[in-house]
């Protein structure tokens, strides 16, 4: 199988909210630290810490997130509390499935592909729309 590509960050990810750029190059890191696993065939030892590290931090970033946009009356903040939703519902699909197969290489990639593809979209399309909301003069 061929290894799963670490995504990489760039100018097309800048949201224009440095806090908010942080938070998504951490989310980032821990998606890169499962594509490290799984390249490295190690998913069986640290599948279920990055898991619940990713759940645990896009719960709360996502909280700050959706809070920052309604507090700067974002025309996105609904769109994107609804997308949040949607990608935490699909990430405990995801845990449940690992915990109750006992996991393999392939919920992995499966996870991976899923969860990468989602979060490089959601932020070039939704989480961009922020900036322009707390930079108005």
Known sequence: MEDCPRIEWDGSLETGT???DVQH?????IINDLADAINQKKVMISIGKIINLLKHYTEWHFGREEDCMERFQCPAYEVNKKAHGW???TLESFQREFRETG???EIARRMYHELTQWLVQHIKKIDTQLEPCIHTD
Do not use: N, Y
Not at 25 to 29: E, G, T, V
């Open 87 to 89: 990608f935490i519902e």
């Open 18 to 20: 440095r806090i908010v």
């Open 103 to 105: 996991g393999s290489e």
């Open 25 to 29: 190059k951490f989310l980032i890191d």
